[in-house]
């Protein structure tokens, strides 16, 4: 499918006024996105986990205005008017504008709020990006009422790949890939597909908890942190392995062979700090507390029989990966030995999710 797909024809109805509300949830990425193109292109394909219960509300409301010479949004967290985000969305309105040609035809106001603390150091862009981009979908759909579901969905992820790349994973569940693999059909650089495989039992209902080491804002944006990709020594092999990586989760998803599902996880978040490391400049997410938690849960699967494994982003924070008939004994691990790492013993318990909905 191609960019000009997106392009809407003319609208054949009328909205005057009216409001949407969508939540839509985080996702944690297995095979990790690290590195862009134009456009947010990625420079290889990623593979996520949608979560349940880290997730944005947002509600659109909107009213038509006569004057179209400019973009018109106020936006709200938590009923606190928070012009700090307009640049962000302005420059999102910029970008989708060529696809969504109504956006200056209306007065907005953008009602947001996370089911996750605001400061977690959880990014709130891939659920919040994605709720929006739902929301104007479905303005969309009333001004066009041949949308159909299929692409309601595609060109939602489309335009939240805009926003924020991981943004494009957040709309389904439970599995999802975004940038085009070779054995994955209907994979795209565009948007968010969901995972087309057989997925064993061993990761039905997987459990994340995440543990909030450090909840101060991000040292380098990730804007900053995949522009740091170009020119970077190590790009193309890195690129290749996440290739690789993705064609071997394949059949471990499939064959639910959890140790397998271990390295590459583990790997995956090491190799995208380990590019941090190594870009000029180079900077270190991970905090003494994040590698201390690393080594503890080493510890643990050593002497247990455990398939505990950790995954990190773009930050000091750890999501611990778990399976579901792990959960009691694991809780009990993180209580007693982790818990410690978290600032202000701080933790937050997700697990895999089925995307977006409407309100
Ligand atoms: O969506 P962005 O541009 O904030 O990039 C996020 C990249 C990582 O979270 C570090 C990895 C990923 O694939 O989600």
């Known amino acids: 499918m191609s960019v000009q797909q997106f392009i809407p024809k003319p609208y054949t109805?009328?909205?005057k006024n009216g409001s949407f509300k969508w939540s839509s949830p985080s996702n944690i990425a297995l095979v990790k996105y690290w590195g862009k193109k134009e456009d947010q292109i990625p420079e290889n394909p990623s593979l996520s986990f949608t979560l349940s219960d880290c997730k944005t509300i947002t509600n659109l409301i909107f009213s038509?205005?006569?004057?179209?010479?400019?973009?018109?949004?106020?936006?709200?967290?938590?009923?606190?008017?928070?012009?700090?985000f307009k640049p962000k969305i302005e420059t999102?309105?910029?970008?989708?504008?060529?696809?969504?040609?109504?956006?200056?035809?209306?007065?907005f106001k953008i009602e947001t709020s996370n089911?996750?603390?605001?400061?977690?150091?959880?990014?709130?862009?891939?659920?919040?990006?994605?709720?929006l981009a739902l929301c104007l979908m479905s303005l969309e759909k009333a001004l066009n009422n041949e949308v159909s579901d299929e692409f309601f969905i595609k060109k939602a992820s489309f335009l939240a790949r805009l926003g924020s790349g991981s943004a494009c994973r957040s709309l389904e569940g439970d599995t999802v890939v975004w940038g085009h693999h070779n054995e994955i059909k209907g994979s795209s650089d565009l948007f968010?597909?969901?995972?087309?495989?057989e997925v064993h039992d061993n990761f039905k209902n997987y459990q994340d908890t995440i543990l909030l080491v450090d909840k101060g804002e991000k040292q380098v944006s990730s804007t900053v942190g995949h522009n740091l990709m170009h020119?970077?020594?190590?790009?193309?092999?890195?690129?290749?392995?996440?290739?690789?990586?993705?064609?071997?989760l394949i059949t471990i998803l499939n064959d639910g062979d959890l140790d397998a599902f271990i390295k590459i996880v583990e790997s995956e978040a090491l190799t995208l700090h380990a590019m941090m490391m190594t870009s000029m400049p180079y900077f270190i997410l991970m905090k003494p507390n994040t590698i201390e938690i690393i080594y503890k849960i080493?510890?643990?699967?050593?002497?247990?029989?455990?398939?505990?494994?950790?995954?990190l982003d773009a930050g000091a924070n750890v999501h611990v990966l778990y399976p579901e008939y792990e959960t009691e004994s694991v809780m009990k691990f993180i209580k007693n030995e982790l818990v410690v790492y978290c600032q202000n013993g701080h933790y937050i318990c997700d697990k895999i999710g089925f995307g977006a909905k409407q309100l």
């Open 13 to 15: 109805a009328s909205v």
């Open 64 to 84: 038509e205005k006569q004057n179209q010479d400019n973009f018109s949004f106020e936006v709200f967290l938590d009923d606190d008017k928070k012009d700090d």
């Open 92 to 107: 999102f309105f910029k970008r989708v504008e060529v696809f969504l040609p109504f956006l200056r035809h209306y007065h």
């Open 115 to 131: 089911t996750f603390p605001h400061s977690s150091g959880i990014a709130s862009s891939a659920s919040g990006m994605s709720a």
């Open 192 to 197: 968010g597909t969901k995972y087309p495989f």
């Open 231 to 248: 020119g970077h020594p190590f790009a193309s092999k890195r690129f290749s392995q996440a290739h690789k990586n993705l064609s071997n």
């Open 298 to 311: 080493w510890g643990y699967r050593e002497t247990s029989n455990s398939k505990i494994c950790f995954t």
